[in-house]
């Protein structure tokens, strides 16, 4: 079992920069891998960024090179440094943790970015 909470979310400008954080408990957490979705109103909840348990990353590329997802397996720790925002990038942040057929989600956090 995995629970996973999220912060860091909240109102920034277009351009500015946000860091959002999601601490995990549980045991194993370094063989989960880890991602971050957001989902914004009306529309599917989609992938923003992801990282395997060997450190592996992945961006879709509507965030690639404004995004960046790091994981502290020693603090069971997973961030996501949001920079250069855009209006568009406004939803609820949620932080997974995926292994085989376990998937677990956090309770999420709002990010919104004014033009």
């Known amino acids: 079992q995995v629970q996973l909470v999220e912060s860091g979310g909240g109102l920034v400008q277009a351009g500015g920069s946000l860091r959002l954080s999601c601490a995990a408990s549980?045991?194993?957490?370094?063989?989960?891998?880890m991602a971050w979705y957001r989902q914004a109103p009306g529309k599917q909840r989609e992938l923003v960024a992801a990282?395997?348990?060997?450190?592996?990353?992945t961006y879709p590329d509507s965030v690639k090179g404004r995004f960046t997802i790091s994981r502290d397996n020693a603090n069971n720790m997973v961030y996501l440094q949001m920079n250069s925002l855009k209006p568009e990038d406004t939803a609820v942040y949620y932080c997974?943790?995926?292994?085989?057929?376990?998937?677990?989600w956090g309770q999420g956090t709002q990010v919104t970015v004014s033009s």
């Open positions: 997974n943790a995926h292994l085989n057929a376990l998937n677990y």
């Open positions: 549980g045991t194993s957490f370094r063989i989960y891998a």
């Open positions: 990282v395997t348990s060997g450190g592996t990353t």
